[in-house]
């Protein structure tokens, strides 16, 4: 039976991991935390593979307005962003810890999945 959450390739910090001259995998959700956690965490429109992809911090922190306002654009760009990967059924919960006068915030985002589990992702965001 196929895995609906996909495989990929085991990152830890960016970089690829290696075990005894081996790439280690990543299964299942493990596989979507770590997709949907380098969705948060690349920059929109920076792949060169697809323009489309990534979070836009950049346009919320921008805009004029309180703290409110801006937990607000991100909560919504970053429903755009894991929503957009078709693994994800929906996202339920996004909240926000940090200084907001220091633009720098953690973001907890619960998603149910394809398969009717639901997971949280985390990411730093900053600007």
Known sequence: MAEPL??????????LVL???ELLKVRGL???????????????GSDRFDDRYGLSVTE???????????QELLRLEIVRTLAADPRVN???EVTF????ASRRWTAVVVV????????????????
Request: proline residues 6%; charged residues 15%; hydrophobic residues 35%.
């Open 19 to 21: 075990h005894g001259g």
């Open 112 to 127: 149910e999945t394809v398969d009717g589990r639901t997971t949280a992702v985390t990411a730093d965001l900053e600007v």
């Open 60 to 70: 919320a922190f921008g805009r004029p307005g309180g703290p409110q306002i801006v």
């Open 30 to 44: 493990a596989n979507l935390v770590q997709a949907l956690t380098l969705s948060l965490l690349t920059p929109y």
């Open 97 to 100: 810890t940090g200084d907001p």
């Open 90 to 92: 929906e996202v339920t």
């Open 6 to 15: 996909g495989h990929s390739l085991l990152l830890d910090n960016g970089d």
